[in-house]
C-alpha cells in the first residue's frame, strides 16, 4: 500500500525533474536591467551582453525582443541605457555612465544588447556575437518569433543594415540610427522588402554625413519598401538622443509582426553563408556575382519568379497557406513552364540557361566545390573560432624562432590597444607551433597557418591538396590565400607577412595589421609590400587556379602552381 509520504517524494522528485529539464522556464533573475554572459567557442570566453526584463516577467507569455547594437567606443551597458533614452548626465562621461543605470519607465519588452567585442563593427567575430546572443536570449526566455527587432546606432546603426538585410526572415523591422553601413551593404538593399525600415539622423552630422541616409531612404522608397525616415535639424552625430527619447522606438516597433510565409520575396546575395530568406534558399551562386530572384506565390500551388546569377535553387514550401501537398503545382521559371506534383520542398538547377526540376539533394557530388561553409573569401577564415599557427618543422635558430613566434603573436592580437576612444577589441585566439597543433583544433577550428610546406609542418601535411605554394627563392614577396580542408578553413601566409608596409586604412575599427583583411579575395600575391599586388583575385567555383589570376601567379616565377 502506498502511504501519503511515498506519494510526496514521488511529486518532489517529479517537481524537481520538471525544473531541471525546462531552465528556459525556470527563470529567476531580477527584473529591470543586467548583465548577463554567454560561452563564445569563437575564442572560448565568456561574452558580456546588456539585458533587459519587464516587470513581472512570465514564462507562459511570449514576449517581443528588441536587439540594441551600440555604436564605436561605446558598450554594452550604454547601449542598453541609450535604447530606453538615457542619456548620460551633464557633464558625464561614458565612462561614469557605464556604471550604473538609471531608473526608467517598464516597458514590455525584452531588450539584449551584445558587447562586439569593444568596438570591431558588425562582421566576422562580432557578427557571431549577435547571433550567439540572439539564440542565448531565446534559449533562458520565452520569445515571439514573429516579433523580433533590431537597433542599433552609428557603427551599430550601420550593423543593423548589414545583419538585418543579411538575414531578412529573422526580423519585424529594423530602425538604423545614423547608420554607417560597411562596405557591400548597399548591394543588399532589396532584402528590406518583408519588414518596415525607420531612419534617424541629424542633418549637421559631421561624422556619418547625412546624405547617405537619403540616399537609401530614396532607395528603399522606389524599391516599394515601407520606409520611415526622421531627420532632426541643426542635430550633429548624437541624433540617438532624439531618436529613442521617450522609449519611442518600442512604440514604433510594437505593431510590426514578422509573417513567416510571405507571399512575395525578393532576395539578394553574394555569398552562400547569406543563403536563405523565408521558403527561399540559394544553392548555387554564378561566382563573383550577386544573386538575384524576386518570387511570387499567387494562387494556390502556382510560383512565378524571375533571377539573375543563379543557377540552383531550393524552394521549402511546408506550412506555406499557399501551398497544398499533393496536387498540381506549377512554376513559370524565367519563362520556362514547368509542372510537378507538389512536395512541399521543390529544387530547381539551371543548365545551359534553361531551368529544369532536380531531386534533392543538389549537392551529391564529392568534388571540391565552393558552397556553404566552404566559399572564402579570406576574412571568412578569421570570421569564427580560428588557431594561429607557426612553424618549426626545419629546426629553425632561436633567432628565427622568435622572428616567427613574433609574427603569428602580431597576427593574433585583436585586442593591441588602439587608444582611449576605441579602447581594446576583446577577442583573444591561440597562437601555438605546429608541433604543438592538437587534434581537437583540426577538427574544430580554422587554421591562420605561417609559413611554406619546407618550415610548417601542418602546410607539408595538406600540401599535397594546396593549390600554390611559394618558392623558398621568393624572398621578397608575400602570399595568403584561403582553401578549404576537411570542413574547415586554413589560410596559408607565406613569406611577407599581409600587413608588412600596409597603409593604414581598411577596417576602421580593427587593429592595424587586420584592417585590409575584408577586403581580399581568395588570394592575393604581393612584392616588397602587401600593398604592391602582383596578383589577386577569387579562386574557381570547383576551387583552382583559373584565367587571369593563374596566369598573374604564374608569371611571377615566385609561385608553385601544384594543379
Not at 241 to 252: K, P, S, T
Not at 423 to 435: E, Q
Not at 552 to 557: L, N
Request: glycine fraction near 8%.
Amino acid at each position: 500500500m502506498q502511504t501519503n509520504s511515498g506519494i510526496g517524494y514521488i511529486f518532489t522528485v517529479i517537481c524537481l525533474l520538471f525544473v531541471i529539464s525546462h531552465p528556459a522556464r525556470s527563470q529567476k533573475l531580477p527584473s529591470g536591467p543586467q548583465v548577463l554572459t554567454f560561452f563564445s567557442d569563437v575564442d572560448d570566453t565568456e561574452q558580456p551582453y546588456g539585458l533587459y526584463l519587464p516587470k513581472n516577467y512570465d514564462p507562459a507569455k511570449k514576449y517581443p525582443l528588441v536587439m540594441m547594437l551600440h555604436g564605436a567606443g561605446s558598450n554594452h551597458r550604454l547601449a542598453l541605457r541609450r535604447v530606453f533614452g538615457k542619456s548620460n548626465a551633464e557633464d558625464e562621461m561614458d565612462v561614469e555612465a557605464s556604471r550604473y543605470f538609471p531608473a526608467w519607465d517598464d516597458v514590455d519588452y525584452i531588450v539584449a544588447s551584445p558587447l562586439a567585442r569593444g568596438t570591431a563593427g558588425y562582421q566576422g567575430v562580432p557578427e557571431q556575437d549577435v547571433y550567439d546572443v540572439l539564440d542565448d536570449v531565446k534559449k533562458r526566455f520565452s520569445i515571439d518569433e514573429n516579433r523580433i527587432y533590431l537597433t542599433g546606432l552609428s557603427m551599430g546603426g550601420g550593423g543593423t543594415l548589414w545583419i538585418g538585410l543579411t538575414r531578412p526572415d529573422i526580423w519585424a523591422a529594423i530602425a538604423p540610427v545614423c547608420p554607417a553601413p560597411p562596405a557591400g551593404t548597399k548591394d543588399l538593399a532589396p532584402n528590406a522588402l518583408n519588414f518596415p525600415v525607420h531612419f534617424f539622423h541629424g542633418d549637421a552630422d559631421p561624422v556619418v554625413p547625412v546624405e547617405g541616409t537619403r540616399k537609401w531612404v530614396s532607395d528603399l522608397q522606389d524599391m516599394g519598401v515601407e520606409v520611415f525616415y526622421k531627420e532632426f535639424a541643426n542635430v550633429k552625430h548624437d541624433s540617438w538622443v532624439n531618436a529613442y527619447d521617450n522609449q519611442f522606438i518600442f512604440e514604433w516597433f510594437g505593431p510590426a509582426v514578422r509573417d513567416p510565409f510571405p507571399a512575395k520575396v525578393r532576395f539578394v546575395s553574394k555569398q552562400y553563408k547569406y543563403n536563405k530568406a523565408f521558403w527561399i534558399t540559394f544553392d548555387k551562386i554564378e561566382q563573383g556575382s550577386l544573386a538575384d530572384i524576386d518570387a511570387q506565390l499567387g494562387k494556390e500551388n502556382s510560383l512565378v519568379f524571375k533571377s539573375k546569377n543563379l543557377n540552383a535553387v531550393t524552394f521549402n514550401l511546408k506550412d506555406h497557406p499557399r501551398f497544398k501537398s499533393g496536387t498540381s503545382f506549377k512554376i513559370d521559371a524565367d519563362g520556362t513552364i514547368l509542372n510537378t506534383k507538389a512536395d512541399s520542398t521543390i529544387a530547381l538547377e539551371k543548365v545551359d540557361n534553361k531551368w529544369s526540376l532536380k531531386k534533392l539533394p543538389l549537392n551529391t557530388s564529392t568534388q571540391l566545390t565552393k558552397r556553404k561553409g566552404a566559399e572564402g573569401p579570406i576574412f571568412d577564415a578569421f570570421s569564427s573560432r580560428h588557431v594561429y599557427v607557426y612553424g618549426t618543422k626545419d629546426a629553425p635558430s632561436a633567432e628565427e624562432l622568435a622572428k616567427r613566434i613574433a609574427i603569428a603573436t602580431k597576427a593574433a592580437d585583436w585586442a593591441q590597444y588602439r587608444g582611449p576612444f576605441l579602447g581594446r577589441m576583446m577577442f583573444f585566439p591561440r597562437v601555438v607551433s605546429d608541433k604543438e597543433l592538437r587534434k581537437s583544433d583540426i577538427e574544430s577550428s580554422n587554421l591562420i597557418l605561417f609559413g611554406t610546406k619546407e618550415t610548417n609542418s601542418v602546410v607539408a601535411q595538406y600540401a599535397s591538396s594546396l593549390p600554390v605554394h611559394l618558392k623558398e627563392s621568393a624572398k621578397d614577396f608575400g602570399l595568403l590565400y584561403v582553401f578549404p580542408v576537411n570542413g574547415r578553413y586554413v589560410a596559408v601566409n607565406s613569406g611577407l607577412p599581409w600587413w608588412e608596409g600596409s597603409e593604414d586604412r581598411g577596417l576602421p575599427f580593427v587593429p592595424v595589421a587586420h584592417r585590409k583583411l575584408n577586403s581580399y579575395k581568395d588570394l592575393i600575391l604581393y612584392k616588397g609590400k602587401s600593398d604592391n599586388v602582383v596578383a589577386e583575385g577569387y579562386l574557381s567555383d570547383l576551387w583552382k587556379l583559373t584565367g587571369k589570376l593563374r596566369e598573374a601567379v604564374a608569371a611571377s616565377g615566385a609561385v608553385t602552381i601544384t594543379e
